[in-house]
């Protein structure tokens, strides 16, 4: 069975749109860490209080069900990620 090498426009828009999300979630990341040592504070603090203001500003704008959702879609992530 041969394989297609052809890619679709919406399969490279979106690897290209995920590339874009990776790079500003690396220098998103790498700006706290920078910020956490500066400051003497504990990254994992740091991470956490950043991550339970996403949830309280998607609680206040969408919702708390739709905050729910994406910690519950996040924590499958996880999941499947541990699971490789």
């Not at 749109?17 to 860490?33: H, N, P, R």
């Not at 949830?55 to 969408?62: L, Q, T």
């Amino acid at each position: 069975m041969a394989v297609s090498k052809v890619v679709t426009l919406s399969d490279y828009r979106e690897n290209a749109q995920q590339m874009q999300i990776d790079d500003i979630s690396a220098q998103a990341f790498l700006f706290l860490q920078e910020q956490a040592q500066e400051n003497n504070v504990p990254m994992r603090k740091l991470v956490m209080d950043h991550l339970l203001g996403i949830a309280c500003v998607v609680k206040a704008v969408e919702g708390l069900d739709e905050a729910q959702n994406w910690l519950a879609l996040i924590s499958d992530e996880l999941d499947q990620e541990l699971a490789n």
